[in-house]
């Protein structure tokens, strides 16, 4: 979409001093997090606001959902026990799994 090699693509997080083509300026969100004074979107007293109503554009290139679920999770569990257990498992399935109707995405 872009004519760049995938690997410069790749978001690496909002606090990455290593900004994504796709979003090379501050991001709003982020913007907003620090406004606020909280580390992570989830620890707002407004949290889920209106930044995280989920879209159906580009939803195949863009994984908005795949980041309020993660946020969801990092709210229940914490932030360090989140990277520890659950980081690499959201991903894996919401890539490589097949959605399962009433239980989510399965991988294997």
């Known amino acids: 979409m872009l004519g760049l090699p995938p690997e ?5 997080g909002c606090r990455s001093d290593q900004k994504a ?6 991001c709003a969100t982020f ?9 992570f979107c989830f620890a707002c007293g407004e949290f889920p606001c209106s ?7 580009r939803a195949d290139k863009l994984p908005h959902n795949l980041k309020v679920y993660n946020l969801c999770r990092m ?6 026990r989140w ?8 991903s894996f399935r919401y890539y490589r ?11 294997g």
């Open 8 to 12: 410069t693509i790749f978001c690496k």
């Open 75 to 80: 709210k229940m569990m914490g932030p360090e």
């Open 51 to 57: 930044k995280f109503n989920p879209a159906a554009d």
């Open 31 to 39: 913007a907003c997090s620090v406004s606020k004074g909280v580390d």
């Open 21 to 26: 083509p796709l979003c090379p300026e501050t």
């Open 97 to 107: 799994g097949k959605m399962v109707i009433g239980e989510g995405p399965k991988t």
């Open 83 to 90: 990277l520890e257990e659950d980081a690499c498992l959201a």
